[in-house]
């Protein structure tokens, strides 16, 4: 009977290592396949993670682009109030500029007489402030002039960037 048994146990071992091999190349082959699974995951998931970043990047870059144009707007408001400012300021400068012409020459009709004098003074200093006043104006309209022109081109530059990322976004496999 032990022979027996010694002799089943030699047949049947074969077979045993055989279902063996053949479950671990089974096993090996449902690791590939798991592995391949969560190599293509990782890819999807750095993708989406790199699709929203960029959206992310539009996003701010929209909300950037909307702040610089309500900065323009008031900046172009106050450019029109300005130049309605230096235009006052030019017209008084001319006027102060007149008033003091006429002061000089009624004080060259008398030179002593001191109220004349003092008259002309005055209107010296008026017109010299004035005109002050007016060159200031215009400096400040050329201020703001440059200002909207460098904030015209930042925008510019911006719906550029924003284009290209949006392009991007398309074109980024999802």
């Known amino acids: 009977m032990r022979n027996f048994i010694v002799l089943i146990c030699f047949i049947t071992i074969p077979f045993y290592l055989k279902a063996q091999t053949t479950n671990e190349d089974s096993i090996n082959t449902v690791i590939r396949q798991n592995e391949d699974s969560i190599?293509?995951?990782k890819k999807e998931s750095a993708n989406a993670s790199k699709s929203l970043k960029l959206q992310k990047d539009s996003l701010k870059l929209y909300n950037k682009i909307n702040e610089q144009?309500?900065?323009?707007?008031?900046?172009?408001?106050?450019?029109?109030?300005q130049l309605v400012k230096a235009q006052a300021d030019t017209e008084a400068?001319?006027?102060?500029?007149?008033?003091?012409?006429?002061?000089?020459?009624?004080?060259?009709?008398?030179?002593?007489?001191?109220?004349?004098?003092?008259?002309?003074?005055?209107?010296?200093?008026?017109a010299q402030e004035t005109a002050k006043d007016a060159r200031?104006?215009?400096?400040k309209v050329k201020d703001l002039q440059g200002d909207i022109k460098s904030l015209k081109s930042r925008i510019d530059k911006n719906e550029k960037?924003?284009?290209e990322l949006r392009n991007s976004i398309s074109s980024t496999p999802s």
Do not use: M, P, V
């Open 136 to 139: 200031n104006s215009n400096a």
């Open 93 to 126: 400068s001319q006027k102060a500029a007149k008033d003091n012409q006429e002061n000089a020459a009624s004080l060259l009709d008398d030179s002593q007489h001191k109220r004349k004098a003092k008259r002309a003074e005055r209107s010296a200093d008026n």
């Open 39 to 41: 190599k293509k995951l």
């Open 69 to 81: 144009r309500e900065d323009l707007s008031k900046l172009e408001i106050r450019l029109s109030e």
């Open 161 to 163: 960037k924003l284009s």
